[in-house]
């Protein structure tokens, strides 16, 4: 943990799309944490290159030195990602191929939730698990939970706006925090 006082949670939505379901859950995550957890949001997935294992060595793009700062700061990550064409999303999974080998993510309690409406996602999330695995990171399973969030629950401030949802969201963040 980082320090006796505050823990710290990295949150990773693997959708770039603005507007996107994935992240307002990340974003109302981050409305709900406790006082003594403070929430990081990453916003540069976008940026990260390609991965090539032949780039993977110093001086490492600023973009790749920044996630691995975030990671290796964070006590725990939480993600929220959908499916598309029936995969992880690319560029989540470039994301994840630049942990791959690193120390970062090695026993970091790690979690997904899961907001598909339809029940969608399974095979990301699967993958996600696998990927996570080889990177060393410690699948927290209770705090891996399907909570179907339908875009009219997202307020105009762009966080759920419901009560029942928000009681799954705290339960499965407190999952993921006990492992910490």
Do not use: Q
């Amino acid at each position: 943990m980082n320090s006796l006082m505050t823990r710290r949670v990295m949150l990773i939505c693997g959708s770039l799309r603005s507007g996107s379901t994935n992240e307002a859950l990340l974003r109302t995550v981050a409305s709900l944490m406790p006082g003594d957890v403070t929430a990081d949001l990453y916003d540069g997935m976008s940026r990260l290159p390609h991965f090539n294992p032949d780039d993977d060595h110093d001086p490492l793009p600023p973009t790749v030195l920044d996630l691995r700062a975030r990671i290796a700061a964070a006590d725990a990550i939480l993600f929220s990602t959908p499916e598309y064409a029936g995969a992880m999303p690319g560029s989540l999974k470039n994301l994840l191929d630049w942990t791959v080998g690193g120390v970062e993510t090695i026993d970091k309690p790690v979690a997904w939730i899961n907001i598909s409406a339809t029940g969608a996602a399974t095979k990301t999330h699967e993958s996600l698990t696998t990927v996570l695995t080889y990177t060393g990171a410690k699948m927290v399973d209770e705090a891996c939970v399907r909570i179907p969030v339908h875009r009219d629950a997202i307020g105009a401030n762009g966080l759920i706006d419901d009560a029942a949802v928000e009681a799954e969201i705290i339960a499965a963040v407190t999952a993921l925090l006990e492992a910490v």
